[in-house]
DNA sequence: CTGATATGACTTGTATGGTAGCCATACTAG
DNA sequence: CTAGTATGGCTACCATACAAGTCATATCAG
């Protein structure tokens, strides 16, 4: 089923790139904002009607998605959205904890360039004002391109897509709690907290800050699991 | 071109899965070996006409080598193999140091099960019969089965794909260089090292038995590009 | 001889037809 | 009524046909 949202997404998708590439993004927007439910069954035949496109640069989008551990391919039976458990939220979580406290001690060890420096600062300036404007949306946005100018700014391109493809799985349920459990205000004060250590290389500093900022999941998901404990896979049983 | 190498890693990989992974595996461990040179193209058809099968799935193989990083697809214009940079060899080395110290590090604060610390520990002594008969190929796969397992005992699943995808880049440039500039025997010892610290939970030598352990190819990187010049990209100029 | 242009042989991207396998349902034998 | 089986509709997978872009080469005008 196609809802009006998703029809949305698939139309304010700039045309970058191949079908398949387009696809790709919408289709993994449309797992990660809950516009398909975990479990829900998905076809070839049934998006390729829906954006009115072939079944081939669907089923190109649905094998990347299974990369992403976003759906499971099963061969001649179907597609499926993956469903959301507290184990692989918390192994994401794991790998991204690992690879971005990397980057911070990083990028303290080496510094950054100011012109990087200034760009988180904007970022962390305009995350302030949405925290108390309530604009989560947008927050999520600000939230995503402070990362991506940590990691990249600090040379670590890599580093940067392999936390954007485990993120997908943190995204999804963040995205159940809107508001978050963790005020908004906290998270930026952690970002603060992040870029001053890198600006005066402090390596342990930088270390630890990231580090806390990265286990603050930790702290809201066990009040979650309870909260959506239908969306849950292995919380009842 | 297919060369009787490439022919004989067809044949040998079991038919499991799909045909596309199994094309997947095959071209992987070709590019990895050498098999094709770095900057090679190669094309959808050619390829499907050397393994007698049809064009979409070496598409799907494709598509799925360049997410790893290995080729690169130009659209309308060709697939080519992507060359060894220092670069890319130190940014995957990062990330995988990252998710793996890490991964020590879990391990020895939760600890693992007797068996999997039986298997790491016969993985070890398997290694050890290797170096003393410098049997490289077969070493560097019981290498590649102890961190599996380490990860896989330690459940991080997750890390363990991300690494196994990241090892990619660093395994073409160890397979430049047989035998290794380290020994096999030290390289076994850190191993050693690593499981001990674990089995005694010792969080903090595991780190560091670790985090040396990964560091160990900065080391033998720059006498590698000196000595391969040709072969990397960043090199020579 | 030089330079612009058309052409043709490539490439990947997309569309569509056909195949094999899974599964629920209906049907049939006991 | 029950257990086994046939069947029809679904799926992803693979093969093939077509479309569209790129680039080297040949051709032709100046």
């Keep these: 089923m196609l809802t009006p949202a998703i029809a949305e997404l698939w ?3 700039g045309t970058g790139g191949s079908v398949r590439q387009r696809l790709y993004r919408v289709l993994r927007l449309a797992i990660i904002r809950m516009q398909f439910a975990p479990g829900q069954a998905l076809s070839e035949k049934e998006i390729s009607d829906a954006f009115a496109v072939s079944r081939q640069p669907v089923r190109e989008a649905f094998i990347r998605l299974s990369e992403a551990g976003l759906v499971e391919v099963k061969p001649q039976r179907g597609t499926y959205v993956v469903g959301i458990s507290q184990k692989s939220v918390l192994e994401a979580r794991f790998v991204r904890e690992a ?3 990397a980057v911070s001690i990083s990028a303290a060890e080496q510094g950054v360039s100011p012109r ?3 760009e988180l600062r904007d970022l962390i300036e305009r995350q302030l004002r949405c925290a108390h404007g309530g604009q989560y949306d947008q927050f999520f946005i600000l939230d995503e391109a402070f990362h991506r100018v940590l990691s990249l ?4 391109e890599t580093a940067w897509r392999v ?3 485990v993120k997908a799985q943190l995204d999804r349920v963040r995205y159940l709690s809107v508001p978050d459990t963790t005020p908004l205000e906290k ?3 952690q970002h603060a907290d992040i870029v001053d250590a890198i600006e005066r290389q ?3 500093q930088a ?4 580090y806390v900022h990265q286990r603050e999941i930790l702290i809201s998901l066990p009040q979650m699991v309870q909260r959506f404990s239908s969306i849950f896979e292995d919380a009842d049983h």
Tied chains: 1, 2.
């Design 11 to 13: 139309e304010q998708d």
């Design 207 to 210: 270390r630890q800050a990231m």
């Design 116 to 118: 990087v420096l200034d």
């Design 187 to 189: 998270l930026v004060q």
């Design 163 to 165: 936390t954007e493809e």
């Design 202 to 204: 402090d390596v342990e």
């Design 153 to 156: 700014g600090a040379g670590h």
């Design 99 to 101: 690879i971005e406290v």
